[in-house]
């Protein structure tokens, strides 16, 4: 089981490694690469001179730091209880929904944590020749999305099938023919969502740059961070709330759904899989 991909922010871009894990059991590999990987993608909207570097280096140490000691324990007890309530057949759309929420949570708080350690880094980039660099940078990024998500409705629906089946299968196993149904059909309903998210993105960034052109202090740009990646339709498309509801909703749905349909090998090779996951996070806490 995974949250739903509207849900993750791209600030948490360490939650994002953790939580497709492509396969490797190793979640001390993860966190050996994941500051540089946090580095090369924040490196790739700041014009940097060597002290800026040095100084992002340094942030991105205590920020990965800071996620090890206090973000992993939560998600090692958060998965914990999810495979605990799995293995007392508490997996109906009530126990789904507590759940989902639960991870939202957590989430939150993970955001919030690392929102101050972003602001420090922003705060010492918002000349007007750094803003015009991050705004380039931007649209070069958008325009790759905006050309992925213009492929055929065929490629798109193809790549999107197999996306879901191989994150279910990491935790299901092999999937049934019904299951398989379920997802296609999942794929089907949810295949114009990418627009839309790239829309608001989109806005999303706009109001970040234009916010920055504004000089905030750091403390400003914290709480303007927390509000833009939290409730973000707070700031700039209202309808967008509805939305993302509408989209958590159907991918519980969906949820629901799969597990009721689930073998008890299934079941239990979720439990297994979860247990695993929460034994590595609490062995990179400690």
Known sequence: MTLPRAKTRKIAILLVLIAVLEG??????IYAFAGGFIQDEVSYFLDLD?????????QVTEMVAWHRKNVLP?????????ANKLA????????IAKALAAG???????????TPYASRILVRHMTGDD??????????????????????????????????????ERFFGDLTDGQVTLLEAHSRATLGDPRVRLRNRTLRQRAFVAFLKTQPVEAALTVYLDKLLLRGHEITDPDYK????ASYDRFSTLLVSMLAISSPAQRETIIVTLRDYAEDFKSVSS
């Open 242 to 245: 509805a939305f993302s509801k």
């Open 50 to 58: 060597e002290e800026g570097d040095t100084f992002l280096t340094q």
């Open 74 to 82: 939560n998600y090692a007890a958060f998965l914990t209880d999810m």
């Open 88 to 95: 007392a057949d508490q997996y109906g759309a009530a126990d």
């Open 104 to 114: 939202q949570s957590l989430l939150e708080k993970t955001v919030t944590g690392l």
């Open 131 to 168: 803003i015009a660099f991050m705004e380039e940078r931007m649209a070069v990024r958008r325009q790759k999305r905006l050309d992925e998500i213009s492929k055929p409705e065929d490629t798109r629906y193809a790549d999107r099938i197999d996306r879901l089946k191989t994150n279910f």
């Open 24 to 29: 490797c059991s190793s979640t001390r590999l």
